[in-house]
């Protein structure tokens, strides 16, 4: 069964410690890593997508990374606004137009 | 830029109301989804639609049916509400990447 687990459930950073979350995945045919941000009360927002082992994005004080088991999301000198939930999701060759959702790693960095 | 909206921030409504959820997306995407999403359980499908008229189910449909008359527009129906239906309802919209409304936190009383 395809399956998304995202580590730790839940993080504590000072502001400046940089740390990365991660997202472990079992699906048949990758068609396509997905990270999220999300604010409370909020719709997920679109980080980045990740397609094949070895491919890197970055976008300011994010990384996000992929091999052919799991992604990381680094976070590097990470400050209080970067406080939120982390989704990860993947879209399998199987699964056609669904995606599978982890249930996130929710970050609280500390001034 | 994407655009991906919802009829409602937050709803109240009354156990056997009927409620419409509409979300319109601007992307001119085939694909569109309703979520909902409770603590501890994260995101979980409840319909999606590929193309107008034409639906399928996610894996909690159980108490609500969709629409989709329109190519931008993806209606979410709870026929009768009941409590264990307060959560946050997303809708979202999909090209090569998902895209999500705003949300939508509804309270059945």
């Known amino acids: 069964e395809d399956q998304v687990t995202q580590s730790p459930e839940a993080l504590r950073l000072q502001e400046g410690e940089s740390s990365s979350l991660n997202c472990s995945y079992t699906?048949?045919?990758?068609?396509?890593l997905f990270w999220y941000r999300q604010d409370p009360g909020k719709g997920p927002e679109f980080l980045f997508t990740?397609?094949?082992a070895g491919e890197e994005k970055e976008k300011e004080r994010l990384k996000a990374t992929l091999t052919k088991k799991e992604s990381f999301l680094h976070i590097t000198a990470p400050k209080p606004e970067d406080s939120a939930t982390y989704l990860c999701a993947v879209r399998a060759q199987n699964t056609g137009n669904q995606f599978y959702f982890g249930t996130g790693t929710s970050l609280t960095v500390i001034p | 830029d994407v655009k991906v909206t919802q009829s409602s921030r937050y709803l109240v409504k009354r156990t056997g109301e009927k409620v419409f959820l509409e979300c319109v997306q601007d992307m001119d995407h085939e694909n569109m989804f309703w979520y909902r999403q409770d603590p501890g359980l994260g995101l979980r499908l409840i319909y999606f639609s590929y193309d107008v008229k034409m639906k399928e189910k996610g894996d909690i449909p159980e108490g609500y049916s969709v629409s989709r008359e329109k190519k931008e527009r993806f209606s979410l129906i709870l026929e009768s509400a009941s409590t264990n239906q307060t959560s946050m309802y997303l809708c979202?919209?999909?090209?090569?990447?998902?895209?999500f409304g705003p949300g939508t936190r509804l309270l059945v009383l």
């Open positions: 699906v048949s045919g990758l068609r396509g």
């Open positions: 990740l397609y094949s």
């Open positions: 979202a919209s999909r090209g090569e990447t998902q895209y």
